[in-house]
């Protein structure tokens, strides 16, 4: 399934769910592969992610949904912006940065094979945090498939995590 993910839209490795501790199991045991996952979230989000929406919270600029759409880990979940923007956003801490690299790489490239040749793919080092990001975008898309690596901070050491985002780019989130 779903592997990884990344924090400004989508910083998830599909196929590499498949390779890592942080794949949902009840989403794996469905039968749903990577590219169908994609497809599912793509179509959703054309209608704000509606129709996987469960409990929402509000908060100030914010509505958070949970989702039982879960393709990494559990933590999955429909962010809504005050502006009327949609994401859904997955994360996945990994043990170190070789771990994060990995799936952020294996991640891209499962995307990208899911992916028909219209769509095209712009990657960048980040400037707020050490990391990369990969972004995917088609002209028929008004959204973006967004995948990140970076290093987050710890309590006491760095963490390096993979973030996946589907939706409306959210420059607030560089």
Same mark, same amino acid.
């Given at each position: 399934?779903?592997?990884?993910?990344?924090?400004?839209?989508?910083?998830? @490795?599909?196929?590499?769910c498949?390779?890592? /501790? *942080?794949? %949902?199991?009840?989403?794996?045991?469905?039968?749903?592969? !990577?590219?169908?996952?994609?497809?599912?979230?793509?179509?959703s989000?054309?209608?704000?992610?509606?129709?996987?929406?469960?409990?929402?919270?509000s908060?100030?600029?914010?509505?958070?949904?949970?989702?039982?759409?879960?393709?990494?880990? @559990?933590?999955?979940?429909?962010?809504?912006? /005050? *502006?009327? %923007?949609?994401?859904?956003?997955?994360?996945?801490?990994? !043990?170190?940065?070789?771990?994060?690299?990995?799936?952020?790489?294996?991640?891209?490239?499962t995307?990208?094979?899911?992916?028909?040749?219209?769509?095209?793919?712009?990657?960048?080092?980040?400037?707020?945090?050490?990391?990369?990001?990969?972004?995917?975008?088609q002209?028929?898309?008004?959204?973006?498939?967004?995948?990140?690596?970076?290093?987050?901070?710890g309590?006491?050491?760095?963490?390096?995590?993979?973030?996946?985002?589907?939706?409306?780019?959210?420059?607030?989130?560089?």
């Open positions: 399934m779903v592997s990884v993910l990344l924090l400004g839209l989508t910083t998830i @490795s599909l196929s590499a498949y390779a890592t /501790q *942080g794949v %949902n199991n009840s989403t794996a045991s469905s039968g749903i592969e !990577p590219c169908e996952a994609i497809r599912t979230l793509t179509d989000y054309r209608q704000q992610f509606r129709d996987i929406r469960r409990a929402k919270r908060h100030d600029r914010i509505t958070i949904w949970s989702t039982d759409y879960q393709v990494v880990g @559990s933590g999955c979940e429909i962010w809504g912006w /005050q *502006g009327g %923007n949609y994401n859904y956003v997955c994360n996945y801490v990994a !043990p170190d940065q070789s771990s994060a690299d990995k799936i952020f790489q294996k991640a891209k490239g995307i990208k094979g899911c992916l028909s040749q219209d769509w095209a793919l712009h990657e960048e080092e980040l400037t707020e945090a050490p990391g990369s990001k990969a972004t995917f975008s002209a028929d898309f008004s959204g973006v498939i967004d995948l990140r690596m970076l290093q987050t901070r309590i006491t050491t760095p963490r390096w995590a993979v973030y996946l985002m589907i939706g409306d780019y959210n420059y607030d989130l560089q």
